[in-house]
């Protein structure tokens, strides 16, 4: 199993170019992806002796863009392509979010390799780079079981809580609750003070468990806050921040986050991390347009050489109808850190706004 984390709109693996799949020097092959829904894609596999790649995404995760392309564009030849049939999950959708909880799909992008009964023969979790990606699926088409694979190392190292976290996250999702959460809570404990990110790793898992596959707002929130403590002014601990706004906003609480928000603001006003926090927040659960747009033009300002920053702003000028600003903002976005996907998809949907549309952002 392959485990990326990815917080906010911070793209944080970077996709390894292995070239495009050709057929004798022709276009690309492409991945053919079936309309329709999961149950469908089944029907056809049932009738067809195939297997079926189930790939659970959203619109504004960055690494399921990157992985879009990097492979189903770019690398499709490399799959066992005859075997499966590709099918979309959007997360965002209520269906989607139903299979998501069904498979206890807890990070984007994840995907499942299901045999014609539904029953799950693999799964690869986040996106790291096309060849290993490649190479997982093809594993999981092949019968290979990754969790034995850990466990085999967990014998010569029982004590790793790296280790831990990764077999407890992959007993979780497999649906092996008790095992996963004992794996996890020991991983926790040899890591008390996350001195190698396992405990983080594992804290993440069971808060957004808790969240997207029990349901449990409250219990997850714990575990966010916890996690916030812990990890304090890192990358990690305004993952885990974030986590602590959408909790509460799951839990019906939206005014208790926004003060929780607005905390954050007021007590490093000077700082960029919690104004584009803020602004994600509200964009993501489309409160106040105006408002996410303004905190995010101020976090790029403040932070001018933070690409992820320029993202923000451009996907909240877009929300706005300002096509000319988003452009600029994707144009500099994609100066600081090229050959991002959503990055560029972003710009290929908002260039030629205007005869401005190519200068720098703010």
Same mark, same amino acid.
């Given at each position: 199993? /392959?485990?990326?984390?990815?917080?906010?709109?911070?793209?944080?693996?970077?996709?390894?170019?292995?070239?495009?799949?050709?057929?004798?020097?022709?276009?690309?092959?492409?991945?053919?992806?079936?309309?329709?829904?999961?149950?469908?894609?089944?029907?056809?596999?049932?009738?067809?002796?195939?297997?079926?790649?189930?790939?659970?995404?959203?619109?504004?995760?960055?690494?399921?863009?990157?992985?879009?392309?990097?492979?189903?564009? !770019?690398?499709?030849?490399?799959?066992?392509?005859?075997?499966?049939?590709?099918? !979309?999950?959007?997360?965002?959708?209520?269906?989607?979010?139903?299979?998501?909880?069904?498979?206890?799909?807890?990070?984007?992008?994840?995907?499942?390799?299901?045999?014609?009964?539904?029953?799950?023969?693999? %799964?690869?979790?986040?996106?790291?780079?096309?060849?290993?990606?490649?190479?997982?699926? /093809?594993?999981?088409?092949?019968?290979?079981?990754?969790?034995?694979?850990?466990?085999?190392?967990?014998?010569?190292?029982?004590?790793?809580?790296?280790?831990?976290?990764?077999?407890?996250?992959? %007993?979780?999702?497999?649906?092996?609750?008790?095992?996963?959460?004992?794996?996890? *809570?020991?991983?926790?404990?040899?890591?008390?003070?996350?001195?190698?990110?396992?405990?983080?790793?594992?804290?993440?898992?069971?808060?957004?468990?808790?969240?997207?596959?029990?349901?449990?707002?409250?219990?997850?929130?714990?575990?966010?806050?916890?996690?916030?403590?812990?990890?304090?002014?890192? *990358?990690?601990?305004?993952?885990?921040?974030?986590?602590?706004?959408?909790?509460?906003?799951?839990?019906?609480?939206?005014?208790?986050?926004? /003060?929780?928000?607005?905390?954050?603001?007021?007590?490093? !006003?000077?700082?960029?991390?919690?104004?584009?926090?803020?602004?994600?927040?509200? !964009?993501?659960?489309?409160?106040?347009? *105006?408002?996410?747009?303004?905190?995010? %033009?101020?976090?790029?300002?403040?932070?001018?050489?933070?690409?992820?920053?320029?993202?923000?702003?451009?996907?909240?000028?877009?929300?706005?109808? /300002?096509?000319?600003?988003?452009?600029?903002?994707? %144009?500099?976005?994609?100066?600081?850190?090229?050959?991002?996907?959503?990055?560029?998809?972003?710009?290929?949907?908002?260039?030629?706004?205007?005869?401005?549309?190519? *200068?720098?952002?703010?």
């Amino acid at each position: 199993m /392959r485990t990326t984390t990815v917080i906010g709109f911070a793209v944080l693996v970077v996709a390894a170019s292995i070239g495009c799949s050709r057929n004798r020097g022709g276009p690309p092959v492409r991945w053919e992806w079936r309309e329709g829904t999961p149950a469908e894609a089944l029907d056809q596999a049932r009738a067809e002796g195939r297997l079926v790649l189930a790939l659970v995404e959203a619109s504004w995760c960055p690494a399921c863009r990157q992985l879009e392309r990097d492979v189903f564009v !770019h690398a499709a030849g490399r799959l066992p392509r005859g075997k499966l049939i590709g099918v !979309h999950v959007d997360f965002d959708a209520p269906e989607g979010e139903a299979f998501a909880r069904r498979h206890r799909v807890i990070g984007l992008p994840t995907t499942l390799i299901l045999d014609a009964d539904g029953a799950e023969k693999g %799964r690869v979790d986040g996106f790291d780079d096309a060849a290993s990606y490649v190479d997982a699926v /093809r594993r999981a088409v092949a019968g290979v079981d990754d969790l034995a694979e850990v466990l085999r190392k967990i014998e010569a190292k029982p004590d790793d809580p790296k280790l831990l976290a990764q077999a407890g996250t992959m %007993r979780l999702c497999r649906g092996d609750k008790a095992e996963g959460f004992r794996l996890l *809570e020991r991983a926790r404990s040899l890591d008390a003070g996350n001195r190698n990110g396992a405990w983080a790793e594992a804290t993440r898992a069971l808060g957004r468990y808790q969240l997207r596959v029990v349901g449990d707002a409250e219990r997850a929130l714990a575990y966010f806050r916890e996690g916030a403590d812990v990890a304090g002014d890192t *990358e990690a601990g305004w993952g885990f921040r974030y986590w602590v706004a959408m909790s509460l906003e799951k839990a019906g609480r939206r005014e208790e986050a926004i /003060r929780f928000l607005d905390g954050l603001v007021a007590a490093a !006003h000077a700082a960029a991390e919690p104004l584009a926090l803020k602004a994600r927040f509200l !964009h993501m659960n489309r409160l106040d347009d *105006e408002e996410a747009f303004a905190l995010a %033009r101020r976090a790029a300002e403040i932070d001018p050489t933070g690409h992820d920053r320029h993202y923000l702003l451009g996907v909240t000028a877009e929300r706005l109808g /300002r096509a000319d600003v988003a452009a600029r903002a994707a %144009r500099r976005a994609l100066e600081l850190s090229p050959g991002k996907a959503i990055y560029e998809e972003l710009l290929a949907r908002t260039a030629g706004a205007g005869p401005d549309a190519g *200068e720098a952002a703010p």
